[in-house]
């Protein structure tokens, strides 16, 4: 499972005391008002002095940062917080990063692969898996709309969804 979570991608310096353009990479943008303490990508720890929303980004102050320079040095770095930093969700929703790498199997038992990706549509999420190789062969993908009626059980502490597959899906 994740230790840390990507929240933000750090894009150019905002004036010349060391602010700096965060695209924020989260459904819940306004969590960079409260944040104080954050990690860039490389495992540094920053301390955040203030943040404050503008246009499509967020402004961010860190300590220790205090010039265009320093802060150009940062460009395209991924800002993360610890996993247990991030918001709890309603039952029955969940975040990519829990179900991207998570098992899935038919209600029969039958290992389906692993879910490589969610697609984001208009009306339903789909999952992307991956299906285990057989004999060297690479099989097709599985896209498994995430609908209740084809989703029976997702145990993120396990890693493991069970579905009932549609006729004719695979």
């Not at 247990?84 to 929703?93: D, E, F, T």
């Not at 209600?107 to 285990?132: F, H, Q, W």
């Not at 004999?135 to 396990?158: F, G, R, W, Y």
């Amino acid at each position: 499972m994740l230790k840390r979570v990507k929240i933000g991608k750090i894009s150019t310096p905002h004036g010349v005391r060391g602010e700096m353009r965060v695209l924020p990479l989260t459904d819940f943008p306004e969590r960079f008002k409260s944040l104080t303490e954050a990690f860039l990508e490389d495992g540094r720890p920053v301390v955040v002095e203030s943040a404050r929303p503008h246009k499509q980004f967020y402004l961010l102050k860190l300590k220790g940062f205090d010039t265009p320079e320093a802060v150009m040095a940062l460009r395209n770095m991924m800002l993360e917080v610890d996993r247990s930093a991030v918001a709890p969700l309603p039952p029955g929703h969940y975040y990519v990063f829990d179900l991207v790498g998570m098992h899935v199997f038919t209600a029969d038992g039958e290992e389906l692969g692993e879910i490589s990706d969610v697609l984001k549509t208009g009306s339903n999420d789909v999952y992307v898996v991956e299906p285990k190789p057989l004999q060297d062969k690479k099989l097709p993908q599985i896209l498994i709309p995430a609908l209740k009626s084809v989703v029976l059980e997702i145990n993120v502490s396990v890693q493991k969804m069970v579905v009932q597959l549609p006729e004719g899906l695979v």
